[in-house]
């Protein structure tokens, strides 16, 4: 019994002394080999999965997405069903009598399209778009010509932030699949080509609401603006361009048509064609690039001004005014080296004019007028020019003297402000002239 003890204690010894002798390892397991075939979201049933999402919000749902491949499977089959797009997508876009309502949709389409950008990151660049536009189309606002309220509705400004936010980062050329794939969704190009080619107010306004709001004017660089604008204007020759142009920044009535008219037969109000300026200005500073040259820019104004008939000159003085230096004597020159004596110094007297009108310190006009004088090559020239244009101020004060004589007093009231603004602006202007001569003496 005390022997067999013995042994059994003895060999219990010597199986210590073994393990000791024996190099400690421990088992890594891998996450390859803990993962199971089935995730613990996967193994959820789908309305527990949806329950879960129904308390977060569109931004933490879009942070969920990019924990795996999986969750974002999870995440895109819950924002595809119908309950999701009837809670999250559809909005009420016409205006409210709440700004805060305005600023909520806008917070929330772009929080819509950060869920968009993340749960899409392994898609292609049309894959990304398609799933978008699937989850978009059914929306009416969202498209080009089934919402009945274009101007004063928000559905386009919501399709900008999503869309821009969709995409913020991508590079050009997948910038130009976008620009593409809007123009196949919408049919933009065919609805641009009848607008330019015929008068179409309700198309010319969708047109304008839909490349403004979702393409050209949500925040951002001047680059990124240029680089959409010169998608739009491109493919199409100058007279259309001049026309598109218009149609998207030109002055609007107060019923949200295009003021084609009116910068033909009276002066409109600066602010209706600061935007305009602002889009020459944007394509006149890339003219050193091979898409806008000066010379193409200048072309598009000269066509503007014609379009549809020739422009009141007070409209083409305030809007060269508008424009800048750079573009104003650029167009002006223009005519000078061309010869074109009578229509540079009738637009030079309104220049004059709508410098008085609107504020502007006279000494510009008169720094502008020797730009000018040093466009031509000789003394006689420039004498030609000057008397020109001094011929060109009687004649006007002229014509408005006898509207005034004519009769109609609502027309006479405006003329009669007119022609004492152009009587002023002549002594402002020629006092600035004696002036700049004594400083020189």
């Not at 899409?120 to 919402?147: A, G």
């Amino acid at each position: 019994m005390s022997s067999a003890v013995g042994v059994s204690a003895g060999s219990r010894q010597c199986q210590r002394k073994s393990r000791k002798n024996q190099p400690f390892t421990r088992r890594i397991i891998t996450r390859s080999q803990c993962r199971s075939s089935q995730n613990f979201f996967e193994g959820l049933p789908s309305e527990v999965f949806d329950l879960i999402l129904s308390y977060l919000s569109v931004v933490d749902i879009s942070i969920l997405s990019m924990a795996s491949k999986a969750i974002s499977n999870c995440v895109v089959s819950h924002v595809s069903t119908l309950s999701w797009k009837n809670r999250r997508v559809l909005w009420k876009f016409h205006p409210s009598s709440c700004a805060k309502d305005d600023v909520s949709a806008f917070n929330h389409y772009r929080s819509l399209g950060l869920l968009f950008k993340r749960c899409t990151l392994l898609l292609p660049t049309k894959d990304r778009l398609k799933f978008m536009n699937n989850r978009l189309s059914q929306v009416p606002c969202f498209t080009l010509d089934q919402c009945t309220s274009t101007s004063e509705c928000l559905g386009f400004a919501c399709y900008g932030t999503l869309l821009q936010t969709l995409i913020a980062g991508w590079d050009e050329l997948e910038c130009h699949r976008v620009f593409n794939f809007l123009c196949e969704i919408t049919n933009l190009t065919r609805k641009i080509e009848t607008t330019v080619t015929r008068s179409s107010p309700r198309l010319e306004q969708q047109i304008r609401c839909f490349c403004r709001s979702v393409l050209l004017d949500p925040r951002q660089s001047r680059q990124d603006s240029l680089f959409w604008l010169t998608c739009i204007l491109k493919p199409w020759p100058m007279v259309s361009q001049a026309r598109l142009l218009f149609i998207l920044y030109g002055p609007l009535q107060d019923d949200g048509k295009l003021g084609w008219q009116d910068v033909c037969v009276g002066a409109v109000p600066q602010c209706s064609l600061w935007d305009l300026a602002k889009a020459i200005t944007l394509l006149y500073g890339k003219a050193d690039a091979k898409e806008w040259t000066t010379d193409t820019v200048l072309g598009i104004v000269d066509e503007m001004a014609v379009l549809p008939a020739p422009w009141y000159l007070e409209n083409m003085a305030r809007l060269l005014i508008l424009c800048g230096n750079n573009i104003c004597y650029s167009v002006l020159a223009s005519k000078a080296i061309n010869g074109r004596l009578f229509d540079i110094s009738q637009l030079f007297v309104f220049i004059i004019l709508v410098s008085e009108k609107d504020g502007y310190c006279m000494s510009w006009s008169v720094k502008m007028m020797q730009q000018l004088c040093n466009v031509f090559p000789g003394a006689s020239e420039k004498w030609l020019f000057l008397q020109s244009m001094e011929n060109m101020l009687s004649e006007v004060s002229m014509e408005m003297y006898e509207l005034i004589m004519s009769g109609n007093r609502d027309e006479n009231q405006d003329t009669s402000q007119n022609l004492c603004s152009l009587l002023n602006a002549c002594a402002h202007f020629h006092t600035e002239i004696l002036y700049m001569f004594l400083k020189q003496g």
